[in-house]
């Protein structure tokens, strides 16, 4: 049993150490692609928010509602019919990468100076690196309900 726990602590620490520098570069770059497609979303830019999500019949979105939206293209169309603009505030609470070449970040966003939990939306994206730059595979956003 100690002879796992320490090589298990041994693959670990090791792993971390050689895997720091791409998923400290993955981190970044996810991050810095977020800040965009959320500067686009607030700013009421739906041509930009679509550009960086995955143009596929397989991209997919669960709502805070509990709809499915299946396809680059319904999730445009369902987008082009909401109000456009957003004055709320965005923060990356995680990026974890999997790869070199996907991630998945964990974000929070709410109306400046909102505290009640029930009113704060909690969202997971899943992106990958294509060779049109990082897009968004498939999203999910809700507020708690209690």
């Given at each position: 049993?100690?002879?796992?726990?320490?090589?298990?602590?041994?693959?670990?620490?090791?792993?971390?150490?050689?895997?720091?520098?791409?998923?400290?570069?993955?981190?970044?770059?996810?991050?810095?692609?977020?800040?965009d497609?959320?500067?686009?979303?607030?700013?009421?830019?739906?041509?930009?928010?679509?550009?960086?999500?995955?143009?596929?019949?397989?991209?997919?979105?669960?709502?805070?509602?509990?709809?499915?939206v299946?396809?680059?293209t319904?999730?445009?169309?369902?987008?082009?019919?909401?109000?456009?603009?957003?004055?709320?505030?965005?923060?990356?609470?995680?990026?974890?990468?999997?790869?070199?070449?996907?991630?998945?970040?964990?974000?929070?966003?709410?109306?400046?100076?909102?505290k009640?939990?029930?009113k704060?939306?909690?969202?997971?994206?899943?992106?990958?690196?294509?060779?049109?730059?990082?897009?968004?595979?498939?999203?999910?956003?809700?507020?708690?309900?209690?």
């Open positions: 049993m100690v002879l796992v726990a320490a090589t298990l602590a041994l693959f670990v620490t090791t792993t971390a150490r050689t895997a720091s520098p791409p998923q400290a570069a993955v981190t970044q770059e996810v991050t810095a692609v977020f800040t497609w959320i500067a686009a979303f607030k700013r009421g830019d739906l041509d930009g928010m679509m550009s960086y999500l995955w143009k596929s019949d397989d991209f997919i979105v669960l709502t805070r509602t509990g709809e499915i299946r396809g680059w319904a999730f445009r169309t369902r987008m082009a019919g909401q109000p456009r603009g957003s004055t709320a505030e965005f923060k990356v609470l995680t990026v974890i990468p999997i790869a070199p070449a996907s991630a998945m970040l964990m974000y929070t966003a709410a109306e400046p100076g909102e009640d939990p029930l704060i939306t909690r969202g997971t994206m899943v992106w990958t690196r294509t060779n049109d730059g990082w897009r968004c595979l498939a999203f999910q956003f809700a507020r708690p309900t209690q």
